[in-house]
């Protein structure tokens, strides 16, 4: 897989210049292995999927600010010459989209936004857990536990614990510490761009009370509730997900 500004990425369909580039963005602790393949390879759209600075198999060091990382995704496009993208983010990856579609708006042809928020404040014990390396795999367990509904399949909260641990621990402290400080709730009339929001029905990190918050401050944004899933929502649930970002981006 290739790199741009120092971004190593997947791409799907990279030369189908019928379609918009979409690029997906993971969330804290994550990599573009986040995204299940039915959603890295979205029939007929040309993917782009991510692994932030510091993350999966980029190099370089995480950042502590959500801003940061919009940055990197602007070089990343330049890199690429990618004038515009549809920007899909889960989690710190979808704080990352909204902050582009504030700051960046030219760049921004439209917004999927997955176990999001407009504000996205971490637990004290969960930022005390991650800034000690002793207590690093507590904390990785107890987001874990937190990120999957009761029915999800026990391998999947074991490869997410697996993945996670990967990270270096001051990458993913630096990822909460971006997390808690993220606010853009007097933003939200700003995006004019199109915006579908998907929230799991037991989502307990960003319960459906947050995507609710951006659906009705977002003009004419749309929301899904998807049913027998948590905040790993993409993972639980990779059909229906794919269904509906299919069909939103196929309205570009």
């Known amino acids: 897989m290739p790199t741009a500004a120092g971004i190593y990425y997947f791409a799907h369909e990279a030369e189908n210049k019928t379609r918009p580039p979409v690029i997906l963005i993971h969330g804290a602790g994550g990599s573009q292995l986040s995204w299940p393949p039915q959603i890295r390879r979205l029939h007929g759209q040309r993917v782009l999927t991510v692994d932030l600075p510091g993350h999966g198999k980029s190099d370089g060091a ?104 990967e990270t270096r621990p001051p990458v993913l402290h630096g990822d909460f510490l971006a997390c808690d400080a993220f606010n853009m709730l007097d933003e939200l009339p700003r995006i004019q761009t199109r915006t579908l929001i998907l929230c799991g029905e037991k989502d307990m990190m960003t319960p459906p009370k947050f995507s609710e918050a951006l659906r009705d401050g977002i003009p004419g944004a749309q929301l899904e509730i998807v049913p027998k899933a948590g905040h790993m929502l993409m993972l639980e649930q990779p059909e229906a997900v794919a269904k509906s970002l299919e069909k939103f981006l196929n309205t570009f």
């Open 62 to 165: 995480g950042r502590q600010e959500i801003s940061e990382y919009a940055l990197d995704i602007i070089a990343f496009m330049k890199a690429l010459k990618l004038r515009g993208a549809v920007i899909v983010g889960h989690s710190m990856g979808s704080a990352i989209a909204l902050n582009l579609a504030v700051q960046h708006p030219k760049q921004v042809l439209g917004l999927g936004l997955l176990g999001s928020g407009a504000k996205l404040r971490v637990a004290p014990t969960i930022l005390d857990l991650t800034a000690n390396a002793g207590t690093f795999s507590n904390a990785v367990e107890l987001v874990t536990n937190h990120s999957f509904s009761e029915q999800a399949d026990s391998r999947l909260k074991e490869l997410s614990i697996k993945q996670m641990l």
